[in-house]
């Protein structure tokens, strides 16, 4: 599949730079036969000044007739260097050059005499006087003309051939190009009929093998057959180890839930009556450590819970219960549920809302998260601060916003924040990570969103949005 379509465009490269290579060699050839036929239409307008200057000067004796003329002559001697010099390797070009060259040379010879005996003023007159005083000159000038209008003509005759090939080559560039796409047109599908063919009902084996990891069964294993198949064999394992981890994940939860909740609570409600004195009369030193040890325990219950709920958020166990909801009153259950702590940490809540409203939800979960959300503003707002906890109405849909002065969040960090077992700050009593990661799960539960805003050393304002219906 790779060799094939890479050997043909090889192939098509070399066809097509030798094509163009043809109409670049043949517009070069065009070129220069132009330039060689411009040149030499030169030589012969040279020539007539030649002619005319040197007859000028032999009336008028005039420096400047006689210096057009030798300059002319020298224009015609250089023109034919040029011609000489790019000149095609035709070997008929290549005598005219030849022959033209001698006769300039003789032409200049005779330029020299006929301007010497010009110099003579009488001799002068009797040059031009006598023809036949001039009749070699002439005849050099009429051979130069007549051998000049012979390589134009051929080398026209030249331009016109090379023009046709430059017209030939740039179709065979443009006939290589249609036949090259329309074979790379076949090729590719060719090759990806190919594919389809062979591979494609295999890749779709992986695919409903990696469809089944959230399921609770595989498909027949073939153990024999090539790297896809292999590959196919490794997925069904990893499916098989994932059920199997998943299934001892959530026994040890259920565990924790089951086998450690229960004992914790019954502890913790002990520990309570013997610091009242249950039990008998304690000393005061006997109570800090009895109410410290209660205070671990709630941290512990409030990990089981937390693990617990993670849980069935991710195994999609929680279902929503909604009903009519007062905005009010679940901001006054969230603040008297953590009454006992705001006390505990010198801190006040505030509720700002004025007027009521009523939308549909589950009270239960969103209770949950306020608390969290108040609760963590608690531990991290300073002693004697307040908290305001407010809700509003925006289009359809509830805000509800909790506000403290606490030591805020990096800008870095506040989308971590959301994410399960991360921990922002070094607060002993910051928790596992968890809290904020189930509100996060139960608002989006409810077709909501959650954030936060804050400013490092102002404090936060955490926010979630929930429809009204």
């Given amino acids: 599949m790779v060799c094939l379509p890479l050997c043909f465009q090889v192939v098509f490269l070399i066809v097509l730079i030798n094509a163009l ?182 890749i779709e084996r992986l695919k409903k093998s990696t469809d089944l990891i959230s399921g609770k069964k595989t498909s027949p294993i073939n153990r024999q057959g090539d790297e896809i198949l292999q590959l196919d064999l490794a997925f069904q394992q990893a499916i098989t180890d994932l059920h199997e981890s998943e299934e001892m994940r959530r026994q040890l939860v259920a565990m ?74 679940l901001i006054a259950d969230a603040i008297r549920a953590m009454e006992f702590s705001s006390i505990n940490y010198s801190v006040a809540i505030e509720q700002k809302l004025e007027n009521d409203f009523q939308f549909s939800a589950d009270s239960n979960r969103l209770n949950q998260v306020l608390c969290n959300l108040i609760g963590n503003a608690i531990k991290f707002s300073p002693h004697g601060s307040k908290i305001v906890v407010d809700a509003s109405e925006n289009g359809d849909k509830v805000e509800f916003t909790v506000v403290d002065t606490g030591c805020g969040i990096a800008v870095e960090h506040q989308n971590a924040i959301f994410d399960s077992f991360v921990k922002i700050g070094d607060h002993s009593n910051s928790g596992k990570g968890l809290g904020l990661a189930i509100c996060k799960a139960l608002v989006e539960l409810h077709g909501g969103q959650i954030g936060v805003e804050s400013v490092p050393g102002q404090g936060s304002a955490f926010w979630f949005r929930v429809p009204k219906k």
């Fill in 21 to 202: 290579s043809n109409a670049d060699a043949a517009l070069q050839r065009e070129s220069t036969s132009k330039y060689l036929i411009y040149t030499a239409s030169n030589v012969l307008r040279h020539s007539i000044d030649c002619a005319t200057a040197g007859a000028m000067y032999n009336f008028t004796h005039q420096q400047s007739a006689r210096d057009k003329s030798v300059l002319s002559m020298q224009l015609m001697k250089q023109g034919y260097e040029e011609i000489s010099q790019k000149s095609s390797s035709d070997k008929g070009q290549a005598d005219r050059i030849a022959a033209c060259k001698e006769t300039i040379a003789s032409a200049e010879n005779a330029l020299n005499r006929l301007l010497n005996k010009i110099d003579d003023y009488s001799e002068g007159m009797k040059v031009f006087a006598n023809n036949s005083g001039l009749s070699s000159e002439k005849r050099l000038l009429d051979d130069i003309s007549r051998r000049t209008s012979d390589f134009i003509e051929a080398e026209r005759i030249l331009c016109d051939s090379f023009t046709g090939q430059l017209r030939r080559a740039r179709q065979n560039v443009v006939v290589i190009l249609v036949v090259g796409i329309g074979l790379n047109i076949v090729i590719a599908i060719g090759a990806a009929v190919f594919f389809f063919q062979n591979i494609a009902t295999r």
């Fill in 256 to 329: 924790v839930g089951h086998d450690l909740r229960s004992p914790l609570t019954s502890i913790d409600a002990a520990l309570t009556l013997i610091s009242e004195g249950a039990a008998g009369e304690v000393s005061d030193e006997a109570k800090t450590i009895t109410r410290n040890a209660s205070l671990d325990i709630g941290r512990l219950v409030r990990l089981t819970n937390d693990l617990l709920d993670a849980e069935q958020l991710v195994s999609g166990s929680i279902s929503l219960k909604p009903t009519s909801v007062s905005a009010r009153k």
